[in-house]
């Protein structure tokens, strides 16, 4: 079973400081993965796409890879309040013949308090 | 309209009824997929549509029937429905459905089935 991994959470943080959320995902062949904001009673938002290893800066948010590990993260800087969510990890697999599908983790609550 | 819309955006439908959910994308992709989401579960990939064309069927019970007429328009029958159906219906798109797609998802239908 593909699987992709997330800490439920919630992590809370203070508001100014720097949030961590970590993803690990089971399949060495995966290419590219996606964090997905998702506010209660919304639907799914792409907030990032990373495909080489390393780190992807995007305003705030920082989106770190290393495919030898099997881990994908993002940061988020200056953390405000209005960021507070579940964030989605999403990894494409490889789902048999040149098919791939994206699975999802449970997603990580974030709370950032005032 | 722009993105992924859906309607309707929520339904609350007896277990003998018929219905049918309605996505339209507007990004011109070729790539659509329904998802359900349930509490505290991952999304789940239903069904995936290439060029119109079914590519992933995930183990999806019949009582639930997709339908792809273009690549712009997306629907999902139901019928017969059991209340564990109920759950947050989202639709998404991308460009491809191959190792580098980007997935966009409208704002979900929300459906209770009594």
């Known amino acids: 079973q593909k699987e992709v991994e997330q800490n439920s959470g919630p992590l809370s943080v203070p508001e100014g400081a720097i949030a961590s959320l970590n993803c690990t995902y089971s399949?060495?062949?995966?290419?590219?993965f996606f964090w997905y904001r998702q506010y209660s009673g919304k639907s799914p938002e792409l907030i990032m796409f990373i495909y080489s290893n390393g780190d992807k800066e995007d305003g705030r948010f920082t989106a770190q890879l290393n495919k030898a590990s099997q881990y994908v993260s993002l940061l988020i800087r200056d953390s405000q309040p209005s960021d507070s969510a579940t964030y989605l990890c999403a990894v494409n697999m490889k789902s048999g013949g040149s098919n791939y599908k994206l699975t999802f983790g449970k997603g990580t609550l974030l709370t950032v308090n005032p | 309209e722009t993105g992924v819309t859906q309607t309707p955006r929520h339904l609350v439908m007896g277990m003998t009824n018929k219905k049918s959910l309605k996505c339209e994308q507007h990004?011109?992709?070729?790539?659509m997929y329904w998802y359900k989401q349930s509490a505290k579960k991952p999304l789940e990939l239903m069904f995936v549509y290439n060029f119109k064309e079914q590519t992933e069927n995930n183990s999806v019970p019949s009582r639930f029937s997709p339908e792809c007429p273009n690549s712009s328009h997306l629907f999902l029958h139901l019928h017969t429905l059991q209340p564990e159906d109920s759950a947050l219906y989202l639709c998404?798109?991308?460009?491809?459905?191959?190792?580098?797609?980007?997935?966009?998802f409208g704002p979900g239908t929300r459906l209770l089935v009594l």
């Open positions: 990004l011109g992709h070729n790539a």
């Open positions: 998404a798109s991308s460009l491809t459905s191959g190792a580098d797609q980007t997935q966009y």
């Open positions: 399949d060495r062949g995966s290419q590219s």
